[in-house]
């Protein structure tokens, strides 16, 4: 236990260290925002993916959809992969960087502000970033503290405390910089980290084959191609965690960030190797808590009649899998999993505060100073509001996260990609867009319940995707 201890210190010094080093480079608010928007293939890569996949995946999602749906969740892992990695970079990347650079924007409501002329859009796609990022960051919160807790039998609260700060201090500090070279550390991490999961998890299933012949026993379709909830349930979830990456501002803004060309096609397959890897053993992790746990064998991660506590399932495993000496591995692994998804959703909102609403509408003049420092004053406050929900402990982790995520994507999916795309479509469309497609999922999710929350956000998202074309089409027939 000791060891872990000094592990996590040394952790934690480095990111102070980093957290001083990145302060020595950022000069200027686009250094702080965007790092200069000179950012290598590698940190970007390990950027993108970082912030992708946090504590949610592990501790949430592979957990409940893993006991759910058994190894059918391994489309998932392929989906985020193929389609939200190598489909964004492919498609994206250099449109991005080129539109960025034309237009001289450095946050996504700037760009619909400037693609659009729509002032409007801008406050609005703004505001919705803040308000869904806080649930967003308390999730990531949530599920790291858990995690903390059933590891070294810390305070949930004091864990919750702990990761804030560290947190706090590499990006305030920092910004951009700081964030992009500890990424590139968290991902070494993340990468060995899962190879060693995989072995243990192997080993104690008894190889592949057994582990395969436990599920069936259990419940033949574990093992199917489709899982026990039906193809609509799973087809929902590889539609919202694939496809909202298409439109999702922390991971769009690694492209405003990237150097060139060459370094996003350098990035896109270090990437998608990358996704693939984590998610895949993430998921396969979830589905074997069906075999390793029980309510006889891990009491703490079940309820009333035997019922699991889906966001225990993760940390329960990974005390009756992983040895207690390579403990503070899986530890870290997720750890670095999860403070670079809060750091880029917190520079994200913070942008909100510091340069689409002061600098875009209250004061136009500010200096770059003046920006700067709002950033960090902004970044720290929201760390602070994030903290206060986790701490509220509300409703199960994965349906946080599935509200937020879709909510945000299909705010953004239309009108971003139809405007990259499509010089056609003007502002009616792409304000529309933004607002039925948020509607409708926030709608259905009220109608549906928190049972159908993936399925709600992939309707929300369609509509926010289709709503353009309508006026595409409008306008074509005024003009024939």
């Excluded at 970033?129 to 599920?143: C, D, E, K, N, S």
């Excluded at 096609?265 to 693939?276: D, Q």
């Excluded at 899998?321 to 994200?348: F, G, K």
């Excluded at 009220?446 to 159908?452: A, D, N, Q, V």
Aim: hydrophobic share 55%.
């Amino acid at each position: 236990m000791l060891a872990n201890y000094l592990v996590v210190g040394a952790y934690a010094a480095l990111i102070i260290i980093i957290g001083l080093k990145g302060m020595r480079r950022t000069s200027s608010y686009n250094d702080f925002l965007l790092g200069g928007g000179n950012v290598g293939p590698w940190m970007t890569a390990f950027s993108y993916g970082t912030a992708y996949f946090s504590a949610v995946l592990f501790i949430g999602f592979a957990g409940k959809l893993g006991w759910g749906f058994g190894l059918s969740t391994l489309w998932i892992a392929l989906g985020n992969s193929i389609i939200g990695v190598l489909g964004v970079w492919l498609l994206l990347g250099n449109r991005i960087k080129k539109m960025a650079d034309s237009l001289d924007v450095k946050t996504m409501p700037e760009y619909l502000e400037a693609r659009f002329n729509s002032p409007f859009l801008k406050g609005y796609t703004a505001l919705a970033i803040f308000l869904f990022f806080v649930p967003y960051t308390a999730a990531v919160f949530m599920g790291l503290s858990y995690l903390f807790e059933s590891t070294f039998q810390l305070s949930y609260s004091w864990v919750l405390l702990a990761m804030g700060l560290f947190t706090g201090i590499y990006l305030i500090m920092g910004g951009y910089k700081s964030m992009a070279m500890m990424d590139v550390i968290f991902g070494i991490i993340m990468t060995f980290g899962v190879i060693v999961l995989l072995w243990f998890n192997i080993q104690k299933g008894g190889g592949i084959p057994d582990i395969i012949s436990s599920l069936k026993a259990i419940e033949p379709k574990l093992v199917a191609p489709v899982g026990p909830p039906g193809i609509v349930p799973l087809l929902s979830l590889i539609f919202l965690t694939s496809v909202a990456p298409f439109a999702m501002p922390q991971l769009i803004q690694k492209f405003y960030a990237v150097r060139d060309k060459k370094a996003i096609r350098i990035g896109m397959i270090a990437s998608t190797i990358f996704a693939l890897l984590v998610t895949s053993i993430a998921y396969f992790t979830g589905a074997l808590t069906r075999i390793f746990l029980s309510p006889a064998s891990a009491p703490g991660a079940f309820g009333e009649g035997g019922a699991p506590i889906f966001d225990a399932l993760i940390p329960e495993l990974l005390t009756t899998v992983i040895p207690a000496a390579l403990t503070v591995i899986i530890l870290l692994l997720v750890l670095s999993a999860s403070m670079s998804t809060l750091a880029a959703l917190v520079l994200i909102a913070s942008s909100t505060v510091t340069k689409d609403f002061y600098h875009g509408f209250i004061n136009r003049t500010a200096s770059d100073s003046a920006l700067t420092r709002l950033g960090r004053l902004s970044s720290g406050g929201f760390i602070i509001l994030s903290m206060i929900l986790a701490w509220l402990k509300p409703a199960v982790i994965v349906t946080i996260l599935s509200i937020s995520w879709g909510a945000i994507a299909s705010v953004f999916l239309g009108p971003f990609i139809w405007g990259l795309f499509c010089g056609k479509l003007e502002k009616p469309g792409a304000v529309a867009s933004s607002i039925l497609g948020l509607g409708t999922c926030m709608a259905l999710f009220f109608i549906w319940g928190p049972g159908k929350v993936p399925q709600a956000a992939s309707v929300g998202m369609l509509v926010s995707l289709t709503v353009p074309a309508f006026f595409v089409l409008i306008r074509r027939i005024r003009t024939v």
